[in-house]
């Protein structure tokens, strides 16, 4: 069993930078791909960005060139860096691992983009 932890959330201006870290309580070598969703509220869970064992990244379109996804396997932590931050982008974002049929996912963190 593998549990997720997030953290780096916050309250931050418009334009402004967090980033996200999500730190397993186990391996997550073994994970083939792990990924950040988010969710705002009255509004579904979206996928964010995710990352494979082997490095291949996958963007929403609404934030591609903000947002990069990164994963240290050696540390067991996937990153989230998000800049140029919007209004848009408040929610809370959950970490997810996926390891053939199971799923993991994390507690979540809030990010707010106010001024």
């Known amino acids: 069993q593998v549990q997720l932890v997030e953290s780096g959330g916050g309250l931050v201006q418009p334009g402004g930078s967090l980033r996200l870290s999500c730190a397993a309580s186990?391996?997550?070598?073994?994970?083939?791909?792990m990924a950040w969703y988010r969710q705002a509220p009255g509004k579904q869970r979206e996928l964010v960005a995710s990352v494979t064992l082997i490095g291949r990244t996958n963007y929403a379109d609404s934030v591609k060139g903000r947002f990069t996804i990164s994963r240290d396997n050696a540390k067991n932590t996937v990153y989230l860096q998000m800049n140029s931050l919007k209004p848009e982008d408040t929610a809370v974002y959950y970490c997810?691992?996926?390891?053939?049929?199971?799923?993991?996912w994390g507690q979540g963190t809030q990010v707010t983009v106010s001024s």
């Open positions: 186990g391996s997550i070598a073994s994970i083939y791909v």
């Open positions: 997810k691992g996926e390891r053939g049929p199971l799923t993991y």
